[in-house]
């Protein structure tokens, strides 16, 4: 078994014979464990050899899964484009009860499920597939027009936060910055964090105080979305939540 650690998140990779045959990372389970920890720019791992699973849940080759992972790294790039966070909320537009286009099976499935109150990852969830499917098959719906996505922060404590005296929301402030830097250590839009976090504090100087904080998260969680994909992104919306919390 490989344990693999980076930064926060850490997983495990089972192998039988040289095969990858199990793997696990936070709640994700299989293939999509491998894709999730593919993306990891950097971190550590450990090799031992007496620890063995007796699952077998995956029989991809260990040549297909990473052809796999590296597409699915290529394909975000794209599809981050229109689709900036999994945790935006999909709504109809008004051209969807006037266009009329041929659906597949797993469009109609996704579009029954659409009920303009859940997020990518709930509706994920409600179908019994990957955030990173379901935003394949966003994307095209977008692209035609019958979808369209609106922000939400509704897991978010916002309420408790406009409840804190305006140097404990500062903190606050400061640590979900952090927070993003640590999930984007190294990270080519590493740099774009600073210049998020001093328009948060120019706003808050302003008077916007919570506001401020809430946009501040919005688009951080959509540097890290694009940059990381949407695993790391929920995760760093968790700890943006647990951080809410206990101020």
Known sequence: ?????????????????????????????????????????????????????????????????????????????????????????????????????????????????????????????????????????????????LLALRESLASLPTEHLKDLSLEKQSLVAVKIFRLAQQALKDHEVAGELEKVHQLCKAEMDAGRHADAILDQIRSLEKLVSSALGPNQAKTFMEKVSEEMKNA
């Open 1 to 145: 078994m490989f344990s693999l650690n980076s930064g926060s998140a850490s997983g495990e990779i089972y192998l039988r014979d040289g095969q990858i045959v199990h793997a696990e990372v936070g709640k994700l389970r299989e293939e999509e464990a491998v894709y999730e920890m593919a993306i990891w720019r950097d971190g550590e791992f450990v090799f031992l050899p007496g620890e063995e699973t007796e699952l077998t849940s995956i029989r991809r080759s260990n040549t297909n899964l990473l052809m796999e992972a590296a597409r699915r790294i290529d394909e975000w790039s794209v599809l981050s484009k229109k689709i900036p966070s999994t945790q935006m909320v999909p709504v109809f537009t008004n051209q969807a009860t006037t266009t009329s286009v041929s659906l597949t099976p797993q469009e109609w499935m996704l579009i029954s499920k659409t009920d303009e109150r859940r997020t990518i990852e709930e509706l994920a969830m409600a179908v019994g597939m990957s955030p990173f499917e379901v935003c394949k098959l966003l994307y095209g719906l977008i692209t035609s027009g």
